[in-house]
């Protein structure tokens, strides 16, 4: 049996104390993971409690109650303020042990990451608990921007502007937010959010829209639409030198630049052929490539990592509907409901899940669904009608 | 020499344009000629250069740009402030601004879905607003983009900017200064009625005028 043995320390912001896990890892592959959860009904521990809260959200985990059918069997003995959490894979008593410190203002984040741990050892893939989520809300007639965690907790509002602000974009390395606020006479700006030392500084504004689309992986660039009703420009920013580029301009409507995961393309929206498709603009060779042909309103890309495939928003008969394709269109799957409309659409970095976002008249909520079973589980519920959902 | 340089020149052009390729693998000839089409239309904007060197001064073009706006456009350091579910229910007041306005500017003028030209019955709005404009030559007026819940939030962003400008585009084709005019697009993010039925929705596309103070 190999094992690693691993010290991990984690050091909580604003709280002087401390979480130190210490992990052994087995190297188990199976799938479904079924997992045996002993005490998991004691309610005094928070941290094993969101633990297993969090960890049964995943679709490809399941939380059984008789350890004859389980894979994995999850335990934990508390000894003083020190929880000793040993997950073992039954066939072979592999084992992986975890030693939490008590005493942690925020019990909440240690279970994340502990719920990240656990999946991406059984998994072998990355875990997305440590996902943040930036999105647009109304607070009080005025649309601001907040940050949440992947759970819906935590949930913090970071813009405070007399105007609308909206489109909110996070960096990589989460520490940067780029979002859209709105003038009162007409023209946007784009601005920046340092989340760390909170600056909050304007980046481009001019009359017309400046919508934000994604990082690049580095977090050193971003691009972004800008439309004054009449042209619209596919842009580039890059943070570190605040140099811009026109890369495409048209007299079309462009919206949502992302840059797929392989590095060398964009992708955007533009109806230049009458209704809105996706298009690829190669950043080598400047080459454009339309990549929807099925339906004749296809927007919102989001790209799984290889930058193979990618999901879009299509309206069908008045209802926002999450399609899932290669790039050359050979593989095409419809991964939502009929009848209910989902929109911004966010590939996993570990590929497995497409997040979604689904509003009700007072509520939405957010959806992580398995690719491959096309499993829904619902992440989180706020009681408003939240948009322009980013998760990174 | 001078043959020399001209040669130089021609060599260099043709290089140039034989940088920008063209998608070749397009999976029928329709899309094909679509693609090469956009293409064409890339290099054309691509060629155009004093766009990117003015781009390229973004500090020039922040100040120049800001001064035509309201508010100035300053570094700042925001506040974070952590919230819970129950002031996020608290905090869903209407997102649709009480127009005080008693004169023509409380009229609407709207559309079809994803749709930007102007109506019959829009046309006669737009007249009387133009003729408003005229008799109180210093009233300025923006004029706000929205459209109905169907779609996307980013797409019916660029659509009803599209709508502002179209509605733009009419009172300055009758005769009102372009620059007492300003456009804005809120998309899908204000709507009038908050209901899911085509009633709704037709209310929902929509430009909304409203005067500059």
Known sequence: MKKIALLVFFFILFSSKAISLTIEISNPNLRPF??????????????????????????????????????????????GNIINLNLSYLKTSEAINFEIRKGSHDEHEASLKLADMVFENISQSKGIFSSQVVFSMNWHGVRQIFISDIVGKKIRKITDNITDSIAPKLSPDRNYVIYTRYFKSGGTSLRLINLKNLDDIPIYSSKGLNVAGSFTEDGKKFFFISYDGIISKLMSYNLTNSEMEVLYSSRSRLATPVIIYNKDAIAFVSDELGRPQVFLFNL????????????????????????THFVYVALVNGINKI???SIDGNDFALLTPVDKS???PHWSKNERFVFALSSEKDNSSLYLIDISTLKFVKMFTLPAKIGYVYIN | MKKVFLLLCVLFLIVSCAKQKVSTQPPQAEKSKMEQNLNQQMEQNLNQQEEKKELKQPETLLSSEASMQDQKEEPKKTTV??????????????????????????????????????????????????AYLKA?????????????????????????????????????????????????SYGKDRPLIDEHNENAWAKNRRCEFKRIK
Do not use: W
């Open chain 1, 34 to 79: 079924k997992i045996y959860v002993a005490n998991k009904n004691v309610k005094d521990e928070l941290i094993i409690n969101n633990l297993v809260n969090y960890l049964s959200l995943m679709p490809n985990v399941l939380i059984v109650d008789d350890i004859d059918n389980a894979d994995y069997a999850l335990n934990y003995v508390k000894k």
């Open chain 1, 284 to 307: 080598k060779n400047k080459s454009i490539k339309r990549i929807t042909y099925k339906h004749n309103y296809a927007t919102s890309p989001s790209f799984a990592p290889p930058g």
């Open chain 1, 323 to 325: 399609f899932a394709s």
């Open chain 1, 342 to 344: 989902f929109e911004d």
């Open chain 2, 81 to 130: 402030e952590e919230v819970s579910p129950t002031m996020i229910a608290k905090a869903q007041t209407t997102m649709t601004d009480a127009t005080n306005e008693q004169s023509v500017l409380s009229k609407m003028i709207h559309f079809d879905f994803d749709k930007y030209d102007i109506k019959k019955e829009a046309q006669e709005v737009l007249k009387e607003i133009a």
């Open chain 2, 136 to 184: 109180n030559p210093e009233i300025r007026i923006i004029i706000e983009g929205h459209c109905d819940e169907r779609g996307t939030r980013e797409y019916n962003l660029v659509l009803g900017m599209r709508r502002a400008q179209a509605a733009k585009k009419y009172l300055v084709d009758l005769g009102i200064d372009e620059k007492r005019i300003e456009t804005i």
